[in-house]
């Protein structure tokens, strides 16, 4: 319910505006969030590359409905991915893109072009893009992109989220050679008639999705924090013969540090998922839902000022 609560309100403007004035709220904000300038977000990137794992950039804001906003947005990640060849991190470091920041509510075609124009500039850099994925709404025409994209760019990664009822079905589908996939649980409210809402239900989806992955010829990403899902993993690559450069765990920036600093140092692949910017609330409105002491955390950090 309060998980469901949270994601309804991740979308309200007027709840936004309440949380973005909040007392401290930016303290709290920046266990999850790498700070707010390009600046900051490579000097994280720096240290994360320095402790063995990897990096995915992703630059914050999502729901763009003005194509200047969207030519901005493609302009940064230019200019990003520029700055990450500068200082030699591309090859460690990628980039994490929502079709919805490049305009996918205004016109996909438009959107298409503006995320081509950015694996462009990857590719140039010496590194790659994965789509995010995002509303159960955007999934058909998200799918239909990484397809075009993938014609110029193979090396574009695409999200599969176990909680959808097709994920399954998604998996075996880009379960092919070259085939980047980074599989989540799902971070949005989704309805019953297209979504698993059990938490059970998810889990389990999520390890016939892993076993899809992990006996075909892609290169599955595991994006859990779930230790269960975590050995599972591990379990399933070793069983299908896979070498430690064969799949990836990744986490996201803030959560379970220790644990993926314990990963990396086992020889794994270890990406950490790092988001900044200053549209922070959609993403960590998601955070909160995805655990009641996150919330806890952050009222007690307004009321206790
Ligand atoms: P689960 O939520 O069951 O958590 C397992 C354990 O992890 C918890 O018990 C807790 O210890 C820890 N944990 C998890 N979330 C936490 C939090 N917020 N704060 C503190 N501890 C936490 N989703 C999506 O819909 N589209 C996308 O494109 C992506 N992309 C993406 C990239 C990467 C790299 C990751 C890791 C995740 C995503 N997600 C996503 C989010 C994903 O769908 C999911 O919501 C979160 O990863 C939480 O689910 P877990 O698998 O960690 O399990």
């Known amino acids: 319910?309060?998980?469901?609560?949270?994601?309804?309100?991740?979308?309200?403007?007027?709840?936004?505006?309440?949380?973005?004035?909040?007392?401290?709220?930016?303290?709290?904000?920046?266990?999850?969030?790498?700070?707010?300038?390009?600046?900051?977000?490579?000097?994280?990137?720096?240290?994360?590359?320095?402790?063995?794992?990897?990096?995915?950039?992703?630059?914050?804001?999502?729901?763009?409905?003005?194509?200047?906003?969207?030519?901005?947005?493609?302009?940064?990640?230019?200019?990003?991915?520029?700055?990450?060849?500068?200082?030699?991190?591309?090859?460690?470091?990628?980039?994490?893109?929502?079709?919805?920041?490049v305009g996918q509510a205004l016109d996909p075609d438009t959107a298409l072009e503006n995320a081509r124009r950015v694996c462009a500039a990857a590719h140039e850099a010496g590194t790659s893009v994965t789509i995010d994925m995002e509303d159960h709404t955007t999934v058909e025409s998200t799918l239909d992109s990484v397809r075009e994209l993938r014609r110029d760019f193979p090396d574009t990664g695409l999200v599969v989220q176990a909680y959808l009822r097709r994920a399954e079905e998604f998996s075996a589908e880009m379960a092919y050679a070259g085939s980047r996939v980074r599989l989540c649980k799902g971070a949005y409210g989704a309805p019953e008639s297209v979504a698993f809402t059990r938490r059970d239900d998810v889990d389990k989806s999520y390890v016939r999705c892993l076993k899809a992955l992990m006996a075909g010829q892609g290169y599955p990403m595991v994006a859990t924090h779930d230790p269960r899902l975590v050995d599972i993993a591990g379990a399933l690559a070793v069983l299908n013969e896979r070498g430690p450069d064969t799949f990836e765990y990744q986490m996201l920036y803030g959560i379970r540090p220790q644990e993926q600093a314990r990963i990396a140092e086992t020889g794994a692949r270890m990406r950490v998922y790092v988001a900044y910017g200053t549209e922070w609330y959609g993403y960590f409105l998601r955070r909160l839902a995805e655990r009641p002491a996150n919330l806890a955390f952050f009222v007690r950090s307004v009321v206790t000022r």
Do not use: C, W
Request: zero cysteines.
């Open 1 to 101: 319910m309060l998980r469901q609560a949270l994601q309804a309100v991740s979308t309200s403007p007027r709840a936004q505006a309440l949380v973005e004035r909040a007392p401290l709220t930016r303290d709290v904000v920046h266990r999850f969030i790498a700070g707010e300038t390009m600046d900051e977000a490579l000097d994280v990137t720096e240290g994360i590359v320095g402790s063995g794992r990897l990096v995915s950039l992703d630059v914050l804001g999502e729901d763009v409905r003005d194509t200047a906003q969207a030519a901005r947005t493609v302009a940064y990640y230019e200019n990003l991915l520029g700055r990450l060849a500068e200082a030699k991190l591309a090859d460690r470091a990628e980039v994490s893109l929502k079709l919805t920041a």
